[in-house]
């Protein structure tokens, strides 16, 4: 399976504010997922992140709120800009499983507090 | 509208016994269904997935059911072990596992020693 980091792993910012969440896996995968898990919520899926192509957003994600780069086949960012209290969650990247492509494999998550 | 559903939000079981965990979807457009398990501060990590074309399937002390005229899904996990202690996440996929996943909210099972 992949091994995957985030940075941070977690943060407390203030409203009003950007971060940016950085995703390195230690192999090459076509397909990188952003998932964000809002307290006492399941984890829902923001976007699509493939190499050399925009991001797809999901309904209710829109790219001048998460924007997403993915310079290479072994890392992301998603920036969760503007922030709000509402933007406090656990957000985790993801990516294929490349040998079934039957599951995915997920990052440590980077758990986030907006004050 | 929650498409995938852990009507359980807590489980807790005598270690040795069997701990089942349930699962209910609605989009009939699901074909694989997996199971990931969650312990605080890190990520999800899979456990065990099914297509639709199966009914079973089986890995080690794990087994997920899927039943889909009724469009649920259960993960009996037996025997329970203290260390299986976590939060267990059901979700959905319509094009396999490598596809947008659709996650149930979790269910918390804590085996008691």
């Known amino acids: 399976s992949a091994v995957i980091s985030q940075k941070p792993s977690r943060d407390i910012c203030q409203r009003g504010t950007s971060l940016t969440i950085q995703c390195q896996v230690d192999s090459q995968v076509t397909m990188m997922f952003w998932y964000r898990q809002q307290p006492g919520q399941s984890l829902t899926l923001i976007a699509t992140?493939?190499?050399?192509?925009?991001?797809?957003?999901e309904s209710g994600f829109v790219i001048d709120k998460f924007p997403i780069s993915r310079p290479n086949l072994t890392f992301s960012t998603l920036t969760v800009s503007n922030m709000s209290p509402e933007d406090s969650s656990i957000y985790l990247c993801?990516?294929?499983?490349?040998?079934?492509?039957?599951?995915?494999?997920f990052g440590p998550g980077t758990r986030l507090l907006v004050l | 509208d929650q498409q995938v559903k852990q009507n359980s939000p807590s489980l807790s079981v005598q270690e040795g016994r069997i701990s089942i965990l349930n699962c209910d979807y609605t989009n009939s457009m699901f074909d694989y269904f997996l199971w990931y398990k969650k312990y605080p501060a890190e990520g999800p990590t899979f456990l065990i997935s099914?297509?639709?074309?199966?009914d079973k399937n089986e890995d080690g002390r794990f087994t997920v059911f899927l039943n889909k005229s009724a469009k649920h899904l259960s993960l009996h996990i037996v025997p329970s072990q203290p260390g299986d202690s976590a939060v267990y996440f059901c979700a959905a996929s319509e094009q396999g596992g490598s596809e947008k996943l659709v996650f149930g909210k979790g269910t918390k099972l804590t085996v008691n020693p």
């Open positions: 993801s990516v294929e499983d490349r040998g079934s492509q039957e599951t995915q494999y």
């Open positions: 099914i297509s639709s074309i199966k």
């Open positions: 992140a493939n190499q050399g192509s925009e991001a797809t957003y």
